[in-house]
């Protein structure tokens, strides 16, 4: 039987009848369309030069005529002279014309036509002369009686002649496209036949290959992803060919039984390895949170409390010649520290609360008043860091908006710290907002050291913080909370920055509170 046949055989022999019949399609198709050739050759380069000569030639005669009246009306040697040059290239153009359509070869007709328009040409050019000689002779209304008489006459019988022959032409050119066609439409028929029986062929190759090759090493195949996959209670098939399938189908049957004896072992590796990896990117996130906690409580801690001690030592040593003015500034910068010491606490708090629950829980929306709650938020950081210079401008905000006002003071609050914290001391900021349709849009811009272009796709990434912050302390979470909290009022947060020239960034809200639900 066949299927006890080598594949190679069964290919080969399938592969060489296909070859044949393409083979004998191909020479037929090429047969055919060399009928269409030379229908196509013989409109080409017979009735199509012919047409296109003959309309030359009608344009170029028609000219001559115009130039001929043109020369009796030319009253100046200039325009004499110009029109006598017309004339000669229009005649070097007719005869040039003439002898193009003398090469193609013509029906006994079209010459007898041709030998026709010819000699009334002729004549009429003798005429045409004799008007052209007398108006250089100054003789105009003699050569104008002339041009009216037997030139026009003259040129009449060459037109007649010459439009006699364009349109027999043109006719024949019709007939020979409509044998074109019809010599096309049955090429086009038997190559669809030969089409349609070599796709047809092809359908009978694909099936047999489909059926005897293709599906079994598909399902050897899927036999062995099933091994791979520690699946071992499977029925391997084609065990009983004497082909290169039925070896494979054998050869899969010994990897069963070696897979076999692996599989125990095999999976309490892949156990092991996968605690491994679990514990390792446990530490290492660990690790890295530690470390950047430890930076951020070493600097945004001690310094608020260096100060409120220094303070307070001050107060204490000289309590009785402190003047009350004193005593004011000093309670007011141990209460920027505190204050400054509360935020990032809080901060932190309301991060933790996001990071390890559901969000969606400690958001509470309420009608708010965003204008008031960003003026809240820069008087907060004014009295958090004297001297800052903080320009606010909320007027084109409206009065309320569906919002929590308490993750909303975050992330206006983290925003207006990194413009501080990143900006050159006593640098400007702007906060500002309008309102563009049913949104609001809050800025918060500086000029402080910007975020590099590589940095920028990932700078809402949590723990992510930019290339150009070394000895600046942070965590790497609070832009993080940004997009967290934006994202859960619908919002959108994006950066425009340019390294070294400070940073933009655009808070986008939705105003109705129907917005904002999810």
């Known amino acids: 039987m066949i299927q006890h046949r080598s594949l190679k055989v069964q290919l080969s022999a399938v592969f060489l009848s296909f070859l044949s019949l393409l083979i004998f399609l191909g020479l037929l198709s090429i047969h055919e369309l060399s009928d269409v050739n030379r229908a196509s050759v013989d409109i080409r380069d017979h009735w199509l030069q012919s047409t296109r000569i003959l309309g030359d030639l009608t344009n170029y005669t028609s000219d001559y005529r115009a130039a001929e009246a043109s020369h009796l009306l030319a009253w100046s040697p200039e325009l004499i002279a110009s029109t006598e040059r017309e004339i000669t290239e229009l005649g070097q153009a007719i005869t040039l014309a003439k002898t193009s359509y003398e090469r193609i070869p013509q029906r006994q007709s079209e010459r007898e036509i041709y030998a026709r328009f010819h000699s009334d040409w002729e004549n009429y050019q003798t005429v045409a002369r004799q008007v052209i000689d007398l108006s250089r002779a100054n003789r105009k209304e003699e050569g104008g009686r002339l041009y009216m008489s037997s030139s026009r006459v003259e040129y009449a019988k060459a037109s007649d002649a010459l439009a006699e022959l364009t349109s027999r032409t043109v006719t024949s050119a019709g007939e020979a496209s409509g044998v074109a066609d019809v010599t096309h439409e049955y090429a086009r028929k038997l190559i669809i036949g030969a089409i349609i029986l070599a796709a047809v062929s092809m359908v009978g190759v694909l099936q047999y290959i489909n059926r005897s090759i293709s599906r079994p090493l598909l399902e050897l195949a899927a036999k062995m992803r099933s091994l791979a996959s520690n699946v ?3 029925e391997i098939h084609s065990t009983h060919r004497h082909d290169e399938i039925g070896e494979m189908a054998r050869s899969v049957v010994v990897f069963r039984k070696n897979a076999l004896e692996l599989a125990e072992s095999q999976r309490g590796l892949m156990q092991q390895a996968t605690m491994l990896e679990e514990k390792l990117e446990y530490e290492k996130r660990l690790s890295t949170v530690q470390r950047n906690f430890l930076a951020m409580a070493s600097h945004e801690f001690r310094t608020p409390l260096t100060i409120i001690d220094g303070h307070a030592q001050r107060l204490v040593k000289m309590q009785t010649e402190l003047q009350p003015q004193d005593i004011a500034e000093r ?50 950081h004014r009295e958090i860091w004297p001297g800052v210079q903080i320009y606010e401008n909320f007027r084109l905000l409206p009065k309320e908006i569906s919002g929590d006002r308490h993750l909303l003071f975050q992330v206006f609050s983290n925003l207006l710290s990194n413009a501080i914290k990143y900006s050159p001391k006593g640098g400007l ?25 590589a940095d ?44 070294g020239h400070g940073s933009e960034f655009t808070v986008r809200l939705p105003i109705n509170r129907s917005l904002c639900d999810d």
Do not use: W
């Open 331 to 380: 309670a007011t910068k141990i209460r920027s520290a505190v204050l400054r010491m509360t935020s990032v606490m809080d901060n932190l708090l309301t991060s933790s609360r996001l990071f390890d629950g559901d969000p969606a829980l400690y958001f509470h929306p309420t009608q708010i008043d965003i204008a008031k709650l960003l003026h809240d938020v820069c008087h907060v």
């Open 429 to 453: 900021i702007t906060v500002k907002g309008v309102t563009e349709n049913d949104t609001i849009v809050v800025i918060t811009e500086d000029r402080g050291i910007g975020v590099p272009e």
């Open 456 to 499: 920028r796709t990932r700078l809402f990434d949590r723990y992510h913080r930019g290339s150009n912050v070394s000895g600046i302390a942070g965590t790497g979470i609070g832009l993080y909370l940004v997009k967290m909290v934006v994202t859960l009022h619908n919002g959108a947060v994006s950066v425009a920055s340019v390294e």
């Open 232 to 234: 071992l209670d499977i």
